[in-house]
DNA sequence: CGTGTTTGACCTGCGC
DNA sequence: GCGCAGGTCAAACACG
């Protein structure tokens, strides 16, 4: 018992000894916590902010995603600008004048229209100033009525050196306008004799990647029928066949997949409709075709430039369509002028072979 | 040989 | 009137 207390007395008096040891690494444990607790604090607050600094990089991020994808959008756009001249004007002020118009309408395009056109009304034609005579076929020298009258513009992606619309063209001339390394050739229309028909084509200065096209003047003959042939069971409305679409959304859909996949398509496009508002805004006088093409010039009439930017998908019967035709084809578009889609197209029969 | 392209010269309109 | 720029002509050349 005695010895038992002893040992009692020991540990009591160890005790003291080992309080303080303990409680100066407890304390040390304090000051070390309380210093881990700084540093998480300091480190929550580092993390806090790299994480503002993610969030912010990240908006600015997908701000510049958002704007190389609009800017992509836009150069794939097919421009599309319509002019004439009508009067004599002050063609280097209309010019400026035009192309902010048409950055503003390429600016509103964007955002309401889906179809990736731009059509713009353009005025800028330079007044027709050389009126010259012209030779027709015949060898007569005969003065065109209005020759550079209408005129279109066409601006569509395209690395091939010229777009391949349907027509068979001869190259008269090649120059190197200032402000543009790209040289400008000169085209005229040589599916028939003595026609007016003229184009320019010329890569855009900004964007070498970008071709843009200038058609003037009206073809005096048939526009030769091309590849973009819709499949027929598309075209023959079959309302009893379920499994069958409807015509008008198979056609839409055929068309919406070409205009948004092909470029080539998206200019043969822009030129069909530029025709098709150029017949438009033209008295309807005008002889019905043909409809024959290709006879008597040999071959000649066969496309040529396999270098071309693809073939031309959307072939105009008729260059010269009727006021009808107009409407037929306007109707066709409607769909795709929308952006409600395929879902409200309208149920315009059409006709086998017509586009 | 026929047809298309190239390219330098020429023409025309416009601004100064 | 002059110079400049855009558009056109036409001879030379290339190609199939």
Redo the contacts with the bound molecule.
């Keep these: 018992m005695e010895r038992k207390s002893k040992q009692v007395d020991k540990v009591m008096l160890n005790m003291p000894v080992v309080f303080t040891e303990k409680e100066k690494q407890l304390e040390s444990t304090r000051i070390e916590m309380g210093e881990m607790k700084e540093e998480n604090k300091r480190l929550k607050m580092f993390l806090a902010e790299i994480s503002k600094d993610y969030q912010s990089l990240k908006m600015h991020f997908l701000d510049a995603k958002r704007q190389i994808e609009n800017d992509v959008e836009e150069a794939e756009l097919v421009s599309l600008s319509l002019g004439s001249c009508l009067a004599?004007h002050?063609?280097?002020?209309e010019k400026n004048i035009a192309n902010k118009k048409r950055k503003q309408e390429e600016n509103q395009i964007k955002d309401t229209l889906s179809l990736g056109l731009e059509v713009v009304e353009e005025e800028t034609w330079?007044?027709c100033?050389?009126?010259?005579s012209?030779?027709n076929g015949n060898g007569e020298v005969s003065q065109q009525a209005n020759?550079?009258k209408d005129r279109v513009s066409v601006r569509a992606r395209c690395d091939a050196?010229?777009m391949n619309d349907g027509c068979?063209?001869?190259?008269?001339?090649?120059?190197?306008?200032?402000?543009?390394p790209c040289?400008?050739?000169?085209?005229?229309c040589?599916v028939a004799a003595g026609c007016p028909v003229?184009k320019?084509v010329q890569r855009c200065a900004e964007d070498m990647s970008i071709l843009i096209t200038?058609y003037?003047g009206r073809h005096n003959h048939p526009i030769p029928k091309q590849s973009y042939q819709l499949n027929p069971s598309q075209i023959s409305s079959n309302p009893s066949n379920p499994s069958i679409k409807n015509s008008d959304q198979m056609i839409t859909d055929s068309i919406a997949q070409a205009i948004t996949t092909d470029p080539s398509f998206q200019s043969a496009l822009a030129t069909a409709i530029a025709s098709c508002i150029r017949v438009h805004g033209v008295q309807g006088t005008r002889e019905s075709s043909s409809g024959s093409y290709g006879h008597g010039?040999?071959g000649?009439?066969q496309e040529?430039?396999s270098n071309e930017c693809s073939s031309s998908y959307l072939a105009m019967s008729d260059s010269v369509m009727t006021s009808s035709h107009y409407q037929e084809n306007l109707k066709i578009f409607q769909p795709l002028m929308c952006s409600s889609g395929a879902e409200n197209a309208s149920s315009t029969p059409v006709d086998d072979g017509e586009q």
Excluded: C, F
């Design positions: 004599k002050n063609y280097k002020e330079p007044p100033k050389s009126m010259k012209l030779k020759p550079s050196p010229t068979q063209w001869r190259k008269y001339g090649q120059k190197v306008a200032k402000g543009n040289p400008k050739a000169y085209y005229r040589s003229k320019q200038t003037e010039h040999g000649v009439l040529r430039n």
